[in-house]
């Protein structure tokens, strides 16, 4: 048995002190509330001490890009992996958009290979929609779902052909994760950015550039089509109001509908915040460069209202490392996206803190609740016997700033999170967050703990 003793247990929308008895096949074995007798362990079982912090359900990140294989000179299943433990991170689902990209049985099939060998944490892996595969997708058993790219992505999945798409809509065994935005809108805006400013195109006109109009336009599609089959359909990164908005009326015609945003829409927006009114691209540049873009402090604010009140049922984080050299070209070739995993917690944790409606039993739902029934995860997301021993251990107490190597002189009463992405930068170096992490456990084992890994 594995004992963890003296901790802050969020069970069943309640915290309570106690400690958590696991089995020897990772499962939670009893809850002992600190008012019981507690467990008497033998000389052979293993105990660890909680210390007084609090004990979450392992989150769950839905929608990540950990690059492996093909492109793991930005990020790979071991690197990226680490780095979610280093997060909290105990289960995540990982795009197909790799080299080969993931379409048949045998990429999804070396793809679970590899993650059993490098991965410190669960993973699973989603099948790409493609005008070949599109009339087959039962096949793909062993997948979490199917993505389908209605905008720009890599490779051949983009699908154009409306019946391929309507065979999608129509299948009933997977979810169906859409990616929704407009290529059409997008390729004239560009083509109109080009016409005017050449190859030095200002980062502050991305979000005209993957504008509002093409997310609106492509959702709308998406749910009409989801209303018309009954599809179980995930929108992903929801990045504006008025996807809130549709998504809400249809939610009420199909109840089988369900949305997610990404923790950076909720944490950054374009509105001037530097010295001189500098916004947040003339700042970062490509380190924000993400697709869609991160739009207005109406749609951060209104996408803040919608997890709150259940529009939006979860929270990922379009994970998505690149190499600093690539982030630093000009627009048309700095790549999009950027690296959040390792964070994603305490990023939520803060923005709790001027928002006393995100409490932790909120955070927990859309992070690891929602996240597992969404996916039919049962077996994890929440803690209570039977399931999976998968907990983060998190002060929310204290706060840590981001960095690259802890400084020689430390600050007083603050604590450090080392970026652990292979890629080495994050966009919210230097900010201070709500929330250390003190361990990570995936099936009663301690993968992450006191600032280091054991694997």
């Known amino acids: 048995m594995t004992i963890i003793r003296n901790v802050k247990i969020f069970s069943q929308g309640n915290i309570c002190r106690g400690e958590i008895i696991i089995d020897g096949n990772g499962t939670i074995a009893d809850i002992i509330h600190a008012e019981e007798n507690p467990f008497y362990e033998k000389e052979k079982d293993t105990v660890y001490d909680g210390k007084g912090f609090l004990l979450l359900p392992g989150i769950i990140d839905t929608h990540v890009h950990f690059r492996d294989p093909g492109l793991t000179r930005k990020g790979d299943l071991e690197t990226e992996s680490r780095a979610a433990a280093a997060g909290g991170v105990t289960t995540v689902l990982d795009m197909p958009n790799t080299l080969p990209p993931t379409v048949n049985e045998k990429a999804l099939s070396d793809k679970m290979e590899s993650a059993r060998e490098k991965s410190c944490i669960h993973c699973g892996f989603f099948i790409g929609a493609t005008e070949e595969n599109a009339s087959h997708t039962d096949d793909f058993t062993e997948a979490c779902g199917i993505k389908l790219f209605l905008g720009s992505s890599t490779g051949n999945m983009v699908l154009t052909e409306r019946e391929s798409i309507e065979k999608l809509f129509r299948q009933r065994k997977h979810v169906l994760v859409v990616h929704c935005e407009d290529d059409g809108i997008i390729s004239d805006n560009m083509k109109e950015a080009i016409e005017r400013y050449g190859e030095d195109i200002p980062f502050r006109l991305h979000p005209y550039i993957r504008s509002r109009e093409a997310c609106i336009k492509s959702t709308r599609y998406a749910l009409e089509m989801a209303v018309k089959y009954g599809t179980r359909l995930h929108i992903a990164h929801v990045s504006t109001a008025e996807e809130v908005t549709m998504i809400a009326k249809a939610k009420r015609l199909n109840p089988d509908i369900t949305a997610e945003t990404c923790v950076n829409y909720l944490w950054f927006d374009d509105s001037p915040s530097g010295p001189e009114g500098e916004n947040i691209y003339d700042m970062k540049k490509a380190f924000v460069k993400c697709n869609p873009s991160i739009k207005t402090e109406k749609d951060r604010k209104a996408l803040l209202k919608a997890v709150i009140n259940g529009t939006i049922d979860s929270v990922a984080t379009d994970h998505a490392p690149h190499l600093e050299e690539e982030k630093m070209q000009a627009y048309g070739k700095a790549p999009s996206g950027m690296p959040s995993i390792q964070h994603s917690l305490q990023m939520m944790l803060t923005i709790s803190e001027n928002e006393p409606s995100l409490t932790i039993g909120k955070i927990v739902e859309l992070m690891c ?52 992405y292979k890629c080495g930068w994050s966009p919210i170096e230097n900010e201070i967050l709500r929330g250390e992490i003190v361990a990570t456990f995936v099936e009663g084992k301690p993968v992450y703990q006191n600032e280091a890994y054991n694997l």
């Open 369 to 420: 609740g929602k996240p597992s029934e969404i996916f039919s995860l049962g077996d994890r997301g929440r803690i209570a016997r039977g399931l999976k021993a998968d907990f983060v251990l998190v002060n929310p107490e204290k706060y840590v700033r981001v960095v690259r190597k802890i400084p020689e002189i430390r600050e007083n009463d603050l604590g450090y999170s080392v970026i652990a």
